[in-house]
């Protein structure tokens, strides 16, 4: 019996490596159509996503993979493999408590509504995009509900276990209550502290081809592997593919050089985290990444902690002297750091400062959850988005692109990921803290441009364990505590206020 189970085990593993290989063609074509396919061509991209999505919930939901599971469950298992099968049952439970006809539609109609996003961006237009969303928020609300039945949670929670295992909004809530009233009061603070700071001014246009230049200069240094990834271009900077194919893209402007750089170092962040992953569970769930705080946690640990410190400008410098052919004081490393620093409220979540980003987030966080209560309806989305922002930044967007058509997320059907990027913020303090503890050497050596010891301490704490630990879990292991707002309220006091 136990040589059957342990057979069964394996035979799901194999089973499982199909999913897997039809998760990297989804995850592939969706990046190509985001990043490099023309306009037109969408709607054939789309209909192909949608047919493998559902060939993907058919492998998956297929009556063979519980019977297997229910067999697999009896065998002799080693920790890997029982952590293994663990997330494999969650991700089948997942996918058996949807009808193939949902996710077909749930698909087709993200496709569809990330395709009339960009064309309401252009046109600078919600109304033009506020059908396709209303059909894509309807569909949600029906496989949260589905899912929360299934789960025995809240249909948020339901969304929400997908993009973070086991996460909760009564956590984060929780969280979320200690953090906005402590950034509410930190923020005049520090725009009163930089009021007479002489911040430096970049007049001079830098070329794309310098700024990608310098991009590709810095993801190699920070340990991007362009044997297997690559940059790009795209309307929002993102990052996707798959562990042995990354890729990346960043946006352009001639007149905000530091945009594009910094997009590009939060998704090389990401990247690296998925290069790094364990390649001998590759193809399996205990073999992922463990969700979206960790990965959150590694881009804002390499944008935010490493790439806004002092000691990364002392790299720097020198490097954008040569790539963008500059002199002057304002291009030295202390002006270039304290440039960094600006605390200026604005409308653009990807442009946002270390403070105010976390604000934005909770402002999102509020809103998608009133959508899938039904306690916000789409056309009013406009409206609400404006109110909560000027509630929390006392200016108002004057027109959808400075406000609800900013982010690609609630478009392309990815409600409950938002919460995971301040999760994620938090998490990048405690670890970039612990590193510095475990290595008192760190920042001096990433003056002189050497990342290695860094990355290596993330390949161990981090990349290396996938997912056969939870969020929770790895950060205790690695930095002793649970998640709290703790070190990262303290390096903000730090940065901007010079407080120990």
């Known amino acids: 019996m136990t040589n059957t189970c342990k057979k069964s085990y394996f035979e799901l593993t194999k089973k499982w490596q199909r999913v897997a290989v039809l998760s990297d063609a989804i995850a592939m074509l969706s990046w190509d159509r985001q990043a490099i396919m023309p306009s037109g061509s969408g709607s054939a991209r789309a209909e192909q996503i949608a047919i493998l999505s559902v060939l993907k919930h058919e492998e998956i939901t297929d009556p063979l993979t519980l019977e297997l599971i229910d067999k697999a469950d009896k065998a002799e298992l080693d920790d890997i493999e029982q952590k293994n099968l663990f997330e494999i049952r969650r991700i089948y439970r997942h996918a058996a408590a949807l009808s193939p006809k949902l996710v077909e539609e749930h698909s087709r109609a993200c496709a569809a509504c990330e395709g009339q996003w960009q064309l309401a961006r252009k046109e600078n237009n919600f109304q033009v995009v506020a059908g396709s969303l209303g059909e894509v928020v309807n569909l949600t609300q029906q496989i949260a509900a589905i899912k929360a039945e299934t789960f025995k949670s809240n249909s948020y929670d339901s969304l929400l276990d997908e993009y973070e ?225 000027e509630s929390s930044f006392g200016t108002r967007p004057s027109d959808d692109l400075q406000g609800c058509l900013q982010d690609i997320h609630w478009y392309d059907g990815a409600f409950g990921y938002f919460p995971t990027y301040t999760l994620g913020a938090l998490a990048a303090a405690q670890l970039f803290s612990a590193a510095r503890k475990d290595h008192p050497e760190l920042l001096a050596q990433i003056s002189k441009g050497h990342f290695s010891t860094l990355l290596s301490w993330l390949r161990k704490n981090v990349h290396s364990i996938g997912s056969a630990l939870s969020t929770e879990e790895i950060l205790i292991k690695a930095t002793g505590s649970s998640l709290s707002t703790t070190a990262f309220l303290a390096h903000l006091n730090s940065r901007y206020l010079g407080k120990a």
Not at 214 to 241: C, E, N
């Open 165 to 389: 295992p086991g996460g909760s909004s009564t956590q984060i809530d929780a969280i979320f209550a200690l953090l906005e009233p402590a950034l509410q009061k930190l923020l005049p603070e520090v725009i009163e502290y930089q009021a007479d700071i002489d911040f430096p001014t970049y007049s001079t246009p830098v070329p794309i081809q310098a700024q990608k230049s310098l991009g590709q200069i810095i993801m190699k240094a920070l340990g991007f592997d362009f044997l297997k990834g690559r940059l790009d271009t795209s309307v929002h900077p993102f990052s996707g593919g798959t562990p042995d194919d990354v890729r990346i893209t960043t946006r352009y402007n001639e007149n905000d050089w530091t945009g594009s750089l910094m997009g590009v170092i939060h998704e090389t962040g990401h990247a690296l985290y998925e290069q790094g992953l364990p390649s001998r569970w590759r193809g399996q769930p205990v073999g992922s990444a463990r969700g979206m705080v960790v990965h959150e946690s590694q881009s804002l640990l390499m944008e935010m902690q490493v790439c806004r410190s002092l000691e990364f400008f002392k790299f720097l410098a020198p490097i954008i002297a040569k790539e963008f052919m500059v002199r002057g004081d304002q291009w030295k490393a202390d002006e270039l750091s304290k440039n960094s620093k600006r605390v200026i409220p604005n409308f653009i979540r990807v442009d946002a400062d270390e403070i105010t980003y976390p604000l934005h987030i909770i402002l999102r966080y509020k809103l998608e959850k009133a959508l899938m209560r039904d306690d916000l309806s789409v056309p009013d989305l406009p409206d609400a988005w404006n109110e909560a922002f």
